[in-house]
């Protein structure tokens, strides 16, 4: 039986795992192997639908890709099965019959029962010898290593190996053939050394190739990590985007409804002076009426007669009048109903539009507390207007122009901005930054600017991320801090223009500044974008609530102003103020912004204007 195990055995075994067959599968060219050693082999060449054989190179096509719809080896497959159930014998024992074996020794090529393996082991001789368990075999995990015996001299075992032939061979068989034939000879442990070599080192670069790699499917997962937080930034820039870009149409649709509000106002005040007169003129005629029809109650004589007689003269005079007609109320309904909302269809901008058919009128015209006190105007978050003073405080009006509340009145000042926070940044006439709390109360928080000596005067703004902008016009310089203080984060050159005043935009890192004859766009790096300029005209910019910009244009000589409402591109919408007359101020420098509730405020040095949307139509 063992003797049956064996040279069946040798037989049996996949010439790629070297084991028994597993689940044998043949090629067309009759060479077979185990399911699992072609699957891993086609595994190799996944842009082909054939297999090369190991043996002799012949291509088989694989049906599908699939290479268990290979044909099967029932023939070879029963026979593994049937060695599978048969377990060894000893072939160590000399005994007639022989027990079973328990374990195979790699180098004596021999399956030793239980006694065989204690002697084995025990003899010094034997004590390097690779001893494998029979159960270890049997499962395939470890295949048998042995000396096959030649055909030619049945009691050789084949210790040689022929490299020109390429296979083992006995040492006559070497002798006697292969060395007639000029092949080369050496010894099988030798070759397998060789063999061995080889194959290290192909395992070794394989290895190495196989770190290399892992190592870029490594740098693939950092690429893959590196695109998941560019698209993660993305959304988040989209959803901000959107959120800011809800912000500043919320903020455009409620100065369109105070306008609205306002214009409804007027036409209600209107109307409702017509009703109260025609209240008032059927009141006085029942009144009348009352008079009069005394006269029926008893004959009238005398002083009472004539009475009677002026009272019914009164009455004929009165009934005489034109009765109010329909025209005046429905000139009313005409005017409103000739304004319209003008929206606003152009690439790169968002707005709802603009009301038409109504002009813009004065509403308030306020003297401030001194002449030429007026250095910086901005809109603060309580809807108000910040009016900053050079001799000490600064002065928040309503929209309605009532002087509400001045804080700061020790600190000599010269501009003003409002962090999201509800804090506020100053800067005074020495050109130092400071931050004050919504309760106006100075915070330990030091900003290293430059002198005036340094960059000369200049404003200062804050944009959607709470950076501060400082700007310098001697210098051409704007400097960027953080709310955190310190020393400026970067650095803006204005090469071309002098930056007096400065806007930031709510949606964009752009900036609007004033040069003294222009308007200059530019982007976060100091790159000018866009130009406005008007012959002998000073501009005064102000950035709104929906990143429109509006400009006043002003001849100060002439002591006129007007207002022209732009794109965020600086391209023309409209003009709503023309040629306001103001009060000519001795210092040559004006702002203006917009109230959070729509009115637009323009401040000279000695006095603020506040215009107001009226009803009259154009």
């Known amino acids: 039986m063992a003797t049956f195990h064996h040279i069946s055995s040798q037989n049996l075994e996949c010439p790629i795992c070297l084991a028994l067959f597993n689940q044998p599968k043949s090629l067309t060219c009759s060479h077979t192997f185990c399911k699992g050693c072609l699957q891993r082999i086609f595994q190799t060449q996944p842009e082909q639908q054939t297999i090369t054989c190991p043996v002799c190179r012949k291509e088989t096509p694989i049906p599908s890709g699939d290479v268990s719809k290979l044909q099967t080896n029932i023939p070879l497959s029963s026979l593994v099965d049937e060695v599978k159930t048969k377990s060894p014998t000893c072939t160590a024992c000399e005994m007639d019959e022989k027990p079973p074996a328990v374990s195979y020794c790699q180098n004596c090529g021999k399956y030793m029962c239980k006694l065989c393996d204690s002697k084995h082991s025990s003899w010094t001789p034997f004590s390097t010898h690779t001893v494998t368990a029979l159960s270890e075999i049997l499962s395939g995990k470890v295949p048998i290593k042995r000396r096959l015996k030649c055909k030619n001299h049945p009691n050789d075992d ?19 053939r292969h060395l007639q034939a000029g092949h080369h000879i050496e010894e099988a ?43 993660r930034r993305l959304n988040n820039c989209i959803d901000k985007t959107y959120e800011e870009y809800i912000k500043l149409l919320s903020a455009r ?3 369109l409804k105070c306008q609205v509000k306002q214009l409804s106002e007027k036409f209600e005040k209107e109307l409702q002076a017509m009703d109260e007169e025609s209240h008032q003129t059927i009141h006085q005629m029942n009144v009348m009426e009352e008079l009069v029809a ?85 809109r603060a978050p309580d809807g108000k207007m910040a009016v900053v003073s050079s001799k000490g405080g600064i002065h928040l009006y309503s929209p309605d122009g009532e002087l509400q509340q001045t804080v700061l009145k020790d600190v000599s000042n010269l501009e003003i901005g409002f962090l999201s926070n509800g804090r506020r940044v100053v800067r005074n006439t020495k050109h130092e930054i400071s931050l004050y ?19 000369g ?69 100091g790159k000018q974008e866009n130009v406005l300029m008007k012959e002998g005209m000073d501009p005064f910019p102000a950035v709104c609530r929906d990143d429109s910009v509006i400009v006043a244009w002003v001849k100060h000589e002439e002591g006129l102003v007007s207002i022209d409402r732009y794109t965020r591109d600086l391209e023309h919408v409209h003009n709503f103020i023309t040629d306001f007359k103001i009060i000519v101020p001795e210092l040559q420098w004006y702002y203006l912004q917009e109230f959070e509730s729509g009115e637009i405020a323009f401040c000279t040095t000695d006095r603020l204007y506040i215009f107001y949307v009226k009803c009259e139509v154009r």
């Open 158 to 176: 084949k210790e040689f190996f022929c490299t020109g032939c390429r296979e083992y061979v006995c040492l006559r068989c070497g002798m006697l």
């Open 189 to 231: 442990a030798i070759h397998e050394e060789k063999l061995m070599t080889i194959i290290k080192e192909l395992q070794k670069e394989a290895k190495s190739k196989t770190t290399s790699i892992e190592n870029h499917i490594d740098f693939i997962q950092t690429q893959r990590n590196e695109i998941a937080n560019i698209m």
């Open 253 to 255: 649709r409620e100065t």
């Open 294 to 378: 005394n006269g029926v109650k008893v004959p009238l004589e005398k002083d009472a007669l004539i009475a009677h007689d002026t009272l019914c003269e009164n009455l004929k005079s009165f009934l005489g009048r034109d009765y109010p007609d329909d025209q005046s109320p429905r000139g009313v309904t005409e005017r409103a109903r000739k304004i319209s909302l003008r929206k606003h269809v152009k690439v790169n901008e968002l707005s709802l539009g603009e009301l038409e058919g109504y002009t813009w009128d004065i509403k308030a015209d306020i003297e401030l507390p001194s002449k030429n006190i007026m250095t910086c105007m901005t």
């Open 437 to 455: 709390t919504p309760q106006w109360k100075k915070l330990d928080v030091t900003f290293e600017t430059m002198s005036y000596d340094e960059g």
């Open 457 to 525: 005067y200049g404003g200062l703004t804050v944009d959607r991320d709470d950076n501060i902008y400082v700007s310098y016009w001697e210098s051409k310089k704007i400097q960027v801090f953080t709310p955190q203080g310190g020393k400026a984060v970067r650095e803006i050159m204005c090469d071309k223009y002098s930056p007096w005043q400065l806007c930031c935009f709510h949606t964009m890192e752009k900036l609007i500044l004033t040069d003294p004859s222009a308007v200059v766009c530019i982007d976060g790096n």
